[in-house]
C-alpha cells in the first residue's frame, strides 16, 4: 500500500537552497513532488532538509564534562580518552551511545559518520546502538584486527593520524579500503601540520580537521578533490582553533573544496549540529547559505549521497526537518537560513520526518 501525505510552508528547495512558499509530497518516504501553491496538508512551518553531522565519535559518550590538560592527553594512544573507553562495560558503551543518537536524532540530524575505534566488536557495539530513522556510516579501526574483518561489517576506516600508527598499516588500511569499495578517512593537521602531508599521500575519501593546514596543505587537498571535515567547535575546546583564523574554512571552500560539518568528540561538545552551525557562522565564516550546506549537502558530497540526501528535491529521501516559524525564537524572521544558522535550536523543530529505510 502506498503512504503518501503532504507538509507545507517555507520550503528550502534543491541543492542551491531556493526558499519559497509551497508544499512538498512525500510518497512512501520519497520526495514525490515539490512544488509552489496552498494546499491541505498535515502539518506546516519552515521545510528544511535534516543535517548530515560529518564526524562523530560516538563510543566518546559514555564519559561527558572531563577535565584534560592538552589534546594530546586527551587522545594519544593509552590517553584519558582510550584508558576511560576501556574501563567502561559493554553495556554502559551501548546504552550511552543509544542515549546519544537519540539525543542526534531529536535535534534534526538524519544521518552520522562515526570514527569507531575497538575493532570489528567497537563497530558491532555501535550497531547494536543504533536507533531508526537515523543512517549510520560507521568507519572502523582495525586496534588489533585485521582490517578485512573490520571492512567486512563496517562502511569504511577512520584512522587517528599518521603519526599514531605505522606507515605499512596505514597504506594497506587505505588500499583495502579502496579495493573492497568503502571508504578511508583520517584525522590531519589538527594540533600541528606534522601529519598533513602523510594524510594526503594516503589520497583519503575525506580529511578530518586540517586545523593548522597551510594554504599549500589546503591546495593540494583541493587538487587532489579530497573533502575536508571540519569540527570548529572541538578545535576550540581542544585549544587548536581559538584564534578565529583557524580551522581556515575560507580558504577551503574558496579553493573549491568540498567542506562539511561535524560535532567531534562528544566528551567535549553535544552532537548538535545547531550549536555547529552557530559557532561557524559567527566565527569563521560570514555566507549563512555556505554554513547550511555544511551541515546538510556536503556530507552527503562527501559520502557520493547527494543524489539521494541532503536537499529536499524530487527522488531524494524524505530526511527532512519542520521547524516552527511562529516559535519565540523564530518567529518574525525575514530570512529563514540566516536565521536557522544563527538562532535556531533544537526546540524549534515541529517533527523530523523519516525517510525510506534501506533508501541510503
Ligand atoms: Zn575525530
Redesign the pocket.
Known amino acids: 500500500m502506498t503512504y503518501e501525505y503532504v507538509v507545507s510552508g517555507t520550503v528550502i528547495y534543491d541543492d542551491e537552497f531556493e526558499v519559497m512558499e509551497g508544499y512538498v509530497v512525500i510518497r512512501d518516504g520519497i520526495i514525490h513532488e515539490v512544488s509552489t501553491g496552498e494546499v491541505d496538508s498535515s502539518i506546516q512551518g519552515i521545510i528544511a532538509p535534516a543535517f548530515i553531522n560529518a564526524?562523530?565519535?560516538v563510543g566518546d559518550s559514555v564519559v561527558k564534562d572531563i577535565s584534560f590538560d592538552s589534546l594530546k592527553e586527551l587522545?594519544k594512544p593509552g590517553g584519558l580518552k582510550y584508558k576511560t573507553l576501556s574501563e567502561a562495560s559493554e553495556q554502559k558503551l551501548i546504552a550511552s551511545m543509544t542515549s546519544c543518537l537519540c539525543d542526534m536524532k531529536r535535534t534534526g540530524t538524519c544521518a552520522f559518520v562515526d570514527?569507531r575505534e575497538g575493532g570489528v566488536s567497537g563497530v558491532h557495539a555501535l550497531k547494536r546502538a543504533c536507533v531508526g530513522g537515523l543512517k549510520p556510516f560507521i568507519l572502523g579501526r582495525p586496534d588489533g584486527d585485521d582490517v578485512k574483518d573490520v571492512l567486512m561489517v563496517a562502511d569504511g576506516i577512520?584512522m587517528?593520524s599518521v603519526n599514531d600508527h605505522p606507515w605499512d598499516v596505514l597504506k594497506g588500511a587505505a588500499e583495502a579500503s579502496r579495493k573492497s569499495g568503502k571508504l578511508f578517512a583520517i584525522?590531519a593537521g589538527?594540533a600541528d601540520r606534522s601529519d598533513i602531508k602523510g594524510a594526503l599521500e594516503l589520497s583519503p575519501d575525506f580529511l578530518?580537521?586540517m586545523t593548522c593546514a597551510d594554504d599549500g596543505g589546503i591546495r593540494v587537498a583541493a587538487d587532489k578533490n579530497i573533502p575536508i571535515v571540519v569540527?570548529p567547535r572541538?578545535n576550540f575546546v581542544t585549544g587548536v582553533g581559538r584564534s578565529g583564523e583557524r580551522p581556515p574554512i575560507k580558504e577551503m571552500a574558496e579553493m573549491g573544496i568540498t567542506v562539511a560539518l561535524?560535532t567531534?568528540?562528544v566528551m567535549l561538545n553535544s552532537t548538535d549540529m545547531f550549536a555547529e552551525m552557530e559557532f561557524t557562522a559567527k566565527m569563521f565564516v560570514q555566507n549563512d547559505r555556505q554554513v547550511f550546506k555544511m551541515a546538510t549537502l556536503n556530507g552527503a558530497k562527501m559520502l557520493h549521497l547527494d543524489e539521494k540526501i541532503g536537499s529536499i528535491r524530487e527522488g531524494k529521501t524524505s530526511h527532512i526537518m519542520i521547524l516552527d516559524e511562529k516559535s519565540n525564537s523564530l518567529c518574525g524572521t525575514k530570512d529563514v537560513i540566516k536565521s536557522i544558522v544563527r538562532r535556531a535550536r533544537p526546540d524549534d523543530i515541529k517533527v523530523v520526518l523519516e525517510g525510506k529505510s534501506g533508501a541510503v
Do not use: A, K, L, Q
Open positions: 564526524h562523530t565519535h587522545v570514527f577512520g587517528s584525522h589538527e578530518v580537521h569540527c572541538s561535524g567531534d568528540n
